[in-house]
């Protein structure tokens, strides 16, 4: 029986096949759609696999053919910033750089990109502003794929576009939503994991990106598919496993691809220290290394909440449902009822907490087991 050495488990990067599952109405609508010209706005909690997804779709649209560009906002600081991640994507679709640098600048007037040549001859993009200052109009920058696009749809991603806020108030929105409304040529998607302020920006009436795209929630893998995905990846590698294990892993993990994958990974080292035998004491130190690894940090958390929060998320991670009823805060010893709701307002705006469908729960499920630990 031959034994892989590789771990068939990964997290903490976009993934693809073969770490890639599920999600096979994702990949036939969402294509569809963007060819079609329908912009999308895609909303999951943190670590479902939305940008995963999102990649592995743009790769297969590059494959046929048509241009295709990621920014994250995470990394957007400025509107500078902004200007310079754009100019470079938009420059890696195009031929070779010096004639995409020829286009552009037949494009824009104010805002140009600067070529200067790194000590290996690689070009490196950066903003020039013709007036000096960089407080301009960005239409002419956000314009650029519509006018450069051809008989193809071009496909503009968004990621982590609630952090458009960073960027001084609602003024960027504005500018960009008004630019983005004429661009027929270019379908664009718009994702992100804090779900509230992503919402507020396409369902509200006031909002500049009120109902821009049709709406999308990324779903968590069902269960099952999870369970047969490990323990494939467990028998790949010559691993018994014990029956139930990959479920609990599941469970611990709260379904969440993210976590089931860091757990199963850790689990499948265990495994092989264990003589290939993934049994319950097996899991279960795969269990505490991870919460051991991360016990300062847990820590440091749990130190920056006051004593209130502290306790309603202890509370939270024994009753997750009906948080706002006065038998919630007396079983716990949290009157009155508002002060719970402003610790757990807290405690969403940190990301310790998600609610999602009227239950709140723990964005990380091993901050929950720490907490129960430490706290019980
Ligand atoms: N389709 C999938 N099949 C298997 N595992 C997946 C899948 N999608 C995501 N994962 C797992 O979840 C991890 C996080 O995925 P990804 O970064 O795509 O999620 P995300 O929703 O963009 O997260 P964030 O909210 O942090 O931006 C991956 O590293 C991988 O371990
Ligand atoms: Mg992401």
């Not at 009436?205 to 999308?216: C, M, P, S, T």
């Amino acid at each position: 029986m031959g034994t892989e050495k590789n771990n068939p488990f990964r997290y903490g990067i976009a993934v693809d096949d073969p770490y890639f599952i599920d999600r096979e109405q994702e990949l036939k609508d969402i294509p569809k759609w963007l060819k079609n010209g329908q912009s999308l706005v895609i909303y999951s909690p943190r670590r479902y696999g939305k940008t995963s997804l999102i990649l592995k779709i743009l790769n297969k649209l590059k494959d046929e053919g048509f241009k295709t560009i990621y920014i994250d906002f995470f990394k957007v600081t400025s509107r500078r910033r902004f200007t310079e991640l754009y100019f470079n994507e938009i420059i890696k679709q195009l031929t070779s750089w010096e004639k995409a640098l020829r286009k552009i600048s037949l494009l824009t007037k104010r805002i140009r990109p600067v070529v200067t040549l790194d000590n290996q001859g690689l070009p490196n993009i950066s903003v020039r502003y013709e007036d000096g200052s960089d407080d301009v109009d960005m239409t002419e920058v956000f314009d650029l794929p519509q006018k450069l696009a051809e008989k193809k749809q071009w496909i503009v991603v968004f990621d982590e576009f609630q952090d458009v806020e960073k960027l001084n108030g609602e003024s960027f929105e504005k500018e960009l939503r008004s630019a983005l409304i004429h661009h027929t040529k270019v379908s664009y998607v718009f994702m992100g994991s804090k779900m509230h302020m992503l919402l507020n920006m396409f369902t509200h009436k006031n909002r500049a990106f009120y109902q821009f795209g049709k709406l999308l929630e990324l779903k968590k893998i069902p269960k099952n598919q999870l369970i047969d995905f490990m323990e494939a990846g467990f028998n790949n590698s010559g691993i018994k496993y014990i029956v139930g294990v990959a479920g609990n892993i599941a469970n611990i993990c709260n379904d969440i691809p993210h976590y089931v994958q860091y757990l199963a990974a850790g689990a499948w080292e265990e495994a092989l220290e264990n003589n290939l035998i993934l049994d319950q004491s097996a899991l279960g130190r795969a269990v505490d290394k991870i919460i051991t690894n991360q016990t300062d940090y847990f820590m440091q958390q749990l130190e920056e909440l006051t004593a209130h929060q502290q306790r309603v998320l202890l509370a939270v991670s024994v009753e997750n449902k009906n948080l706002f009823t006065a038998s919630f805060a007396e079983r716990f010893h949290l009157s009155p009822v508002s002060s719970v709701q402003r610790s757990l307002q807290k405690l969403l705006k940190k990301g310790i907490l998600t609610k999602h469908e009227r239950t709140y729960f723990f964005t990380d499920p091993f901050f929950k087991l720490w907490i129960e630990r430490e706290l019980s």
